[in-house]
């Protein structure tokens, strides 16, 4: 039933109205938003958020691509938008998408047969909106070559970690922690609660000084400045991007570590030429790296650890994961994701993740649950993002600014809402006679 003021009271369907009708036929549900034109008609239920089509060329790349990357395209650039509290849009549109699921399990995916097709072109040619392809946004990934090949995955990194440090010194805390933090309590800040985060892992991997330690995907290096600082080890960390070696090792000078602290340009697999040697490393930290190796490619990164560890030693794994059983569900987390974050990102449901680091014989000694963790991390990043939108779209450009925006409030959801996880994995390598060295309680590391 139309509401009062609602534009499809009047004897003529206006734009928004007709766009409105058409949006929810083909997804297969009622959407909870108000929707209004570039021309100011407005349709749809009173009070609700406000998704605005500032410009035709939004219809253009929805009608070319329809779906979540025809929508995410029409928002980076700037031709929709939502007005108001971006994250409760969201949410609305994914507890309606869930409402709908439970009748029907396709809801909320484009039903695009035919007839639709042709529905939708007529009501393109009424609005003037039929034209060619639109060009995609800059920010947009463009990946070639085999996947998961070496020079693939280091133009992967490069996409998403080589955009800017100033950047992202910018949206981080002064560790530069890209990964969730541990927030002990809901009163603690971004850094507190990264700090509280660096201080477990080392705690978790037992770590003393002498000790040699592989921190994989080491990012701008807060975990391996931190062991190197705060416990005495001597650390190498891995990265495939020269932006985030280079930071790292300026830092390690500031800070009087260079012979404590070394970042190897090289894939996991060729660490034997940076000196890490086969049963030589007493401990390895992953931090949210496993899911850019891919599914096939995950045995070799397992068995790497293994082979690089000695007898007694432990390796601590930090790391998304998603349920992929849903029809439609994708392990890279959507075209969205996947297009312009993280392109051939690989998560996986928990238990395969142990599942795979025990088939390359290391011993599950500790799994902790952080998802709800993760949203109180993402809300740090999108305050220091929203207090600093000038310089960011200074440093990065406005579409790159508006992807991290959307990237930030949909990735916080996810977590919040259950549809990703992220997990702390603690495991060790036995010696041949079985013996792990580990203590008898996690009371050892959490006390």
Not at 250 to 256: M, S
Not at 286 to 308: C, L
Request: net charge negative.
């Amino acid at each position: 039933m139309a509401q009062p003021g609602d534009s499809r009271n009047t004897c003529q369907v206006n734009k928004a109205a007709a766009l409105l009708d058409l949006a929810e036929e083909t997804l297969g549900l009622k959407l909870p938003i108000r929707l209004r034109a570039w021309d100011g008609s407005e349709a749809g239920t009173p009070g609700a958020p406000v998704v605005v089509i500032r410009n035709k060329r939004a219809l253009r790349h929805i009608i070319w691509k329809p779906g979540e990357l025809g929508v995410a395209r029409a928002y980076v650039q700037g031709y929709l938008d939502i007005e108001g509290d971006l994250g409760e849009g969201l949410r609305a549109m994914w507890a309606a998408v869930r409402d709908a699921r439970a009748a029907d399990g396709s809801a909320g995916r484009p039903r695009i047969g035919p007839k639709q097709a042709a529905k939708a072109a007529a009501l393109a040619v009424r609005l003037g909106a039929i034209g060619r392809r639109p060009p995609a946004p800059d920010a947009e990934s463009n990946l070639t070559g085999e996947l998961h090949s070496k020079e693939r995955d280091r133009a992967a990194i490069s996409h998403h970690y080589d955009l800017s440090n100033e950047f992202y010194e910018l949206i981080l805390d002064p560790n530069m922690a890209y990964s969730s933090g541990f927030h002990l309590t809901p009163e603690m800040t971004l850094e507190e609660a990264q700090t509280a985060k660096l201080e477990l892992i080392c705690r978790k991997l037992a770590l003393e000084p002498g000790m040699r330690m592989v921190d994989i995907g080491s990012g701008w290096g807060s975990l391996t400045l931190y062991a190197a600082e705060h416990y005495g080890v001597h650390v190498t960390g891995v990265t495939l991007s020269s932006e985030q070696r280079d930071y790292v090792m300026k830092k390690a000078a500031e800070r009087g570590l260079e012979d404590r602290v070394d970042v190897s340009l090289r894939h996991f697999r060729d660490l034997s030429h940076s000196g890490v040697d086969d049963n030589g490393i007493d401990a390895i930290a992953s931090i949210e790296m496993g899911e850019h190796v891919g599914d096939r490619e995950y045995v070799v990164f397992t068995e790497s650890i293994h082979r690089y560890l000695r007898p007694g030693g432990r390796v601590l794994i930090q790391q998304m994961s998603r349920s992929n059983d849903a029809v439609g569900d994708r392990p890279g987390g959507g075209p969205f994701i996947e297009t312009y974050i993280a392109p051939d990102m690989h998560m996986k449901p928990l238990a395969k993740t142990i599942g795979l680091i025990s088939g390359a014989g290391l011993e599950i000694r500790d799994v902790q649950a952080m998802r709800e963790h993760y949203p109180q991390t993402v809300a740090g990043w999108a305050e220091n993002l929203e207090n600093n939108w000038s310089t960011a779209v200074a440093l990065i450009g406005e579409e790159n600014a508006r992807v991290w925006r959307l990237y930030l409030v949909g990735g916080a959801l996810a977590f919040e809402e259950n549809r990703m996880g992220v997990d702390q994995i603690l495991a060790v390598k036995p010696s041949v006679d079985g013996v792990s060295g580990m203590p008898s309680s996690p009371l050892a590391w959490l006390g």
